[in-house]
């Protein structure tokens, strides 16, 4: 019975020892990610919070190994009940978030506005930014990751790659849609700001990698396990003369104890807001928020919106216009998903129309259309004749005027697809749209973004700050449109005499250079003007990264072609082996020079 009982124990420990060895267990070797203090210093910020949290919490780095501590105070917007629904849904998610708020006073004394920094105010900041220092020592916490509220790490590997780089003080370049970034490359001897072309150069990134500055701020990772660390801080010392700011006080204890300060630019990180004016608004750095999250989507994904904060549904608007229709190709989804994201944070309550996709138009259908290119027409710049992208662009911009025209709409605005909007872009708009009445002077057509080709030749209309006579110009990235405007140009029946639309505008209104073009229309008295500034431009130019043309790219009008005339189916750069003789046969050389892309 013994013998049985010892054969059964060794078996079970077999057993036992097979099923832990196979068993996945723990690294002992494993180390945790460090412990991360973020202090999070909040103002005014009700439009950035919620891009600001949504950042922080799409980063991979385990919550758990991070503790938020918040202050908030002096607030004229709704940041306190933002902040206090994110705290009660997201702090669990946190090793802890410690939030007070102080909602007794909105302005400062002697402020001229929310955007103003007395010394009152940079007194109290320096004080509370001394607090989250002092705080992050006493949790032991291994590293502070001061980060601005309007500050915003779309880079999910950011706080991973900083711990990574194993660096006493170190920060992400962050980009704006100026040349501001988070950092200086390089300060007097007393640690003001001093300009160097090495700023630019990092900025674009011909300078790359981990780079030693002098001073780095707004985003920044302090390693506290290093003992110098202890003499970093934020108030004053007794022996500093400079000017009260915390970011100079703290760059200055940097200097002192010999801590160096490097940017790491090798990657995208994120974006920072430009800091407002003392003259600006709180609207006015809404917009700016609404601009920087559009400008982000030309080139990368759109910033994320934190999880834990509701957001009131948009109140969309056509700002007075019957119609703003935005023409895109059903080909090109990628262009329609940004725009269509980019008018949303607009408010703007839009139409998509689809564009007529100049690949699928067929000799047979434009022959059906009644559609024929302009006796004569060669593009300027490209010495070729129409493209199809080319009257695809035509068809769908006259498609808007036909529909217009027969919905009786009196005004109408349009946007191509591939336009970046300015800055305030709906400010100004609204302003644009009641300028004409204001001025009591009548008007067809208004460009809102274009191509100049000589702006000396251009004028401004008289009593106003933003409209002026345009002269001949390329590109119809978008405009406003009234029933007049539209009637006059469908009613001289351009289908059978067709010119790219951004050459035909300008035969419109009289402008264009070349008068054989302009004598196959009647009546070119469109009364058109332009904004200036402009308030759009292109996402891309020639040569860029992204580039992409439906218009110039595409195939050339096929029955066209035929071996008496085959110079005019042939680019610029095809035809340098036909013979100077040929080609002065079918070249019209009169014809104006810098013609750009549409």
Same mark, same amino acid.
């Given at each position: ?62 919550? /758990? ?8 105070d002096h607030n004229e917007d709704n940041s306190t009940e933002m902040l206090k629904e994110w705290v009660s849904r ?125 001073m780095i701020h707004s985003t920044y990772m302090i390693d506290l396990q290093l003992q110098v660390s202890l003499q ?12 009260? /700011? ?38 006015? /750095? ?131 697809? !591939? ?61 406003i449109i009234n029933q007049s405007g539209a009637r006059k140009l469908v009613e001289q029946n351009p289908l059978g ?52 043309? !439906? ?22 750069? /095809? ?24």
């Amino acid at each position: 019975m013994f013998r049985v009982l010892y054969v059964v124990f060794i078996f079970l420990i077999f057993q036992s020892d097979i099923l832990i060895k196979s068993a996945e267990l723990p690294d002992p070797t494993e180390v945790l990610w460090p412990t991360i203090f973020i202090p999070i210093l909040v103002r005014n910020k009700a439009h950035t919070l919620p891009t600001f949290f949504g950042c922080l919490e799409n980063q991979d780095y385990p919550k /758990d190994r991070i503790s938020i501590w918040i202050r908030s105070d002096h607030n004229e917007d709704n940041s306190t009940e933002m902040l206090k629904e994110w705290v009660s849904r997201a702090q669990h998610l946190y090793h802890v978030v410690d939030y007070k708020y102080d909602d007794s006073v909105s302005k400062y004394q002697d402020e001229a506005g929310p955007f103003d920094w007395p010394e009152e105010r940079f007194t109290h900041i320096i004080n509370l930014r001394q607090a989250a220092l002092e705080e992050a020592r006493r949790q032991w916490a291994q590293y502070m990751f001061a980060i601005d509220a309007d500050n915003f790490l779309e880079n999910k590997e950011t706080l991973k790659i900083l711990v990574s780089a194993k660096k006493p003080m170190i920060a992400p370049m962050l980009e704006s849609t100026t040349m501001y970034s988070n950092f200086w490359a390089g300060t007097t001897e007393h640690g003001y700001y001093r300009r160097t072309p090495e700023y630019s150069e990092m900025l674009e990134r011909n300078i790359s990698g981990i780079i030693q500055v002098p001073m780095i701020h707004s985003t920044y990772m302090i390693d506290l396990q290093l003992q110098v660390s202890l003499q970093l801080q934020y108030s004053p010392p007794p022996e500093y003369e400079g000017d009260i /700011d915390d970011m100079l006080i703290f760059a200055y204890s940097a200097r002192k104890a010999k801590i160096p300060m490097y940017i790491m630019n090798a990657a995208f990180f994120g974006s920072l807001s430009t800091p407002a004016g003392v003259q600006n608004t709180l609207e006015e /750095d809404e917009q700016q928020m609404i601009f920087q999250r559009i400008e982000v989507m030309v080139e990368n994904e759109p910033m994320p919106l934190s999880a834990h904060i509701t957001l009131p549904p948009k109140q969309l608007s056509k700002f007075g216009a019957d119609e703003i229709y935005m023409i895109n190709l059903k080909r090109r989804p990628k262009r329609r998903q940004r725009m269509v994201r980019s008018l949303h944070e607009l408010s703007l309550n839009y139409t998509i129309f689809n564009a007529v996709d100049g690949k699928l138009l067929t000799d047979e259908k434009l022959k059906e259309m009644g559609i024929d290119m302009m006796e004569g027409y060669k593009d300027p710049f490209h010495e070729r004749i129409l493209t199809k992208g080319e009257i695809g662009c035509f068809l769908s911009h006259y498609n808007i005027w036909v529909d217009m025209i027969e919905k009786g709409y009196e005004t109408v605005i349009v946007l191509e697809d !591939d336009v970046r909007f300015e800055a305030f872009f709906t400010m100004k708009l609204k302003k644009l749209l009641n300028e004409p009445q204001k001025l009591d002077i009548a008007w067809e057509l208004i460009y809102l973004g274009r191509k100049i080709l000589n702006h000396r030749l251009e004028s401004w209309v008289s009593g106003s700050d933003m409209l002026l006579w345009p002269s001949y110009s390329y590109w119809t990235l978008g405009y406003i449109i009234n029933q007049s405007g539209a009637r006059k140009l469908v009613e001289q029946n351009p289908l059978g005499k067709m010119v790219p639309v951004d050459e035909y505008l300008p035969i419109m209104f009289d402008q264009h250079p070349e008068d054989l073009w302009k004598e196959q229309f009647t009546n070119r008295n469109l009364i058109a003007y332009s904004v200036s500034p402009l308030i759009m431009f292109p996402t891309h130019y020639v040569g860029d990264k992204n580039y992409l043309s !439906d218009t110039e790219a595409s195939n050339i009008w096929d029955h066209v072609c035929n071996e008496d005339d085959k110079t005019r189916c042939l680019a610029k750069k /095809d035809r340098q082996n036909i013979s100077n003789h040929e080609l002065r046969q079918s070249a019209n050389l009169n014809l104006p020079s810098g013609h750009s892309e549409l």
